[in-house]
């Protein structure tokens, strides 16, 4: 599976961003099992989980976007948005996204995602800045 994330920039605080992450490669018949998950990885910091959608399409959210960000699937498309809204310079990091064959993979607690992820793609930067 080769995931590509698109959509990054750089915007101003309070503006909004949707990146989209596009899924090809031995995905057919599959994708609408997988779960799908946004990551992301600031300057110094560690990665950490943004938000992440399971097959059954309930959308999971770390504490600091809930509110701001929306996840959605588009599963004929093999694709995953996430809609991000009132950017904070906070929110400045490279973003990733990443699937898990493991469709319940977003029950787990936020910090522990990514290590049900088993493929991941190529991040794309969101800078916030006035």
């Known amino acids: 599976v080769q995931l590509q994330a698109s959509g990054g920039g750089l915007v101003q605080p309070g503006t909004s961003l949707r990146l989209s992450c596009a899924a090809s490669?031995?995905?057919?018949?599959?994708?609408?099992?997988?779960?799908i998950g946004w990551f992301r990885q600031a300057p110094g910091k560690e990665r950490e989980g943004v938000s992440c959608?399971?097959?059954?399409?309930?959308?999971h959210y770390a504490e600091s976007v809930k509110g701001r960000f929306t996840i959605s699937r588009d599963d004929p498309r093999k694709s995953v948005l996430l809609q991000m809204d009132r950017l904070k310079t906070e929110d400045t990091a490279v973003y990733y996204c990443?699937?898990?064959?493991?469709?319940?993979?977003?029950?787990?607690?936020?910090?522990?995602?990514?290590?049900?992820?088993?493929?991941w793609g190529v991040g794309t930067q969101v800078t916030v800045s006035s």
């Open positions: 990443a699937v898990s064959r493991l469709g319940t993979a977003c029950r787990e607690l936020t910090a522990r995602w990514a290590f049900s992820m088993d493929y």
């Open positions: 490669g031995d995905t057919y018949d599959h994708f609408n099992d997988y779960a």
């Open positions: 959608i399971g097959s059954d399409g309930r959308p």
